[in-house]
């Protein structure tokens, strides 16, 4: 059973956080920040920020065992001030070298999504298993989920990624594969949507 993580201590945070971070130290967003090695520190207070602003915007969920998490934003109801303290934190913790780098990957990318940026859409923020239980049907009980949200509202669901292993794991679930944009870092963006019965059907554009 997936439900909103609420009421959290700031040791259960924290271990989402770790949980997160480390899963996200391999993405190819990262691979400008250096080795593993190197970039792991900075991947994980940059994916620390990033889920504080995910849980205080009420828009983190979780499974009963708290190894799986997504998060989810109805795009009509973005939270500003949780977003303004993100950046902020990010400003802070993070060399400005690499936000710069992220800042500079996300205006090219930018254009991934406009055929929905105007109508009501819900956006999979995250979607993250712990490493160590990966491979039980988690990233698949959590996708359903959110496809059952997007049935219910019959808005369409998104999801990015810089993987194409995830991309093509999105499709497995049942979403397609509608855009693709790669950034001058070398970097791939797959923009994925599932639809809910009526929605209308995109042709994949490709763009380099």
Not at 143 to 171: H, N, S, W
Request: charged share 25%; glycine share 6%.
């Amino acid at each position: 059973m997936i439900a909103k993580v609420e009421m959290l201590t700031n040791a259960q945070l924290e271990h989402i956080r770790q949980i997160v971070g480390e899963a996200f130290v391999t993405n190819e967003l990262f691979h400008n920040w250096g080795t593993e090695e190197e970039r792991r520190n900075d991947v994980l207070k940059y994916m620390g920020i990033y889920v504080d602003y995910v849980y205080r915007a009420g828009e983190l969920y979780a499974n009963e065992n708290m190894t799986g998490f997504i998060g989810l934003e109805d795009s009509y109801h973005k939270p500003v001030w949780p977003q303004i303290r993100m950046i902020f934190k990010m400003l802070v913790k993070i060399r400005l070298s690499k936000v710069k780098s992220l800042l500079a990957f996300a205006k090219q990318i930018s254009v991934s999504n406009e055929r929905y940026a105007k109508q009501r859409h819900f956006e999979a923020l995250m979607v993250c298993v712990d490493k160590n239980q990966q491979g039980k049907g988690i990233a698949s009980e959590l996708v359903r989920f959110a496809k059952e949200k997007a049935d219910m509202e019959g808005i369409p669901l998104l999801f990015d990624t810089d993987m194409k292993a995830y991309a093509e794991m999105y499709q497995h679930f049942g979403c397609e594969l509608y855009n693709s944009v790669k950034a001058d870092n070398g970097v791939t963006r797959y923009s994925l949507c599932y639809r809910p019965d009526g929605q209308p059907e995109y042709n994949m554009i490709e763009k380099d």
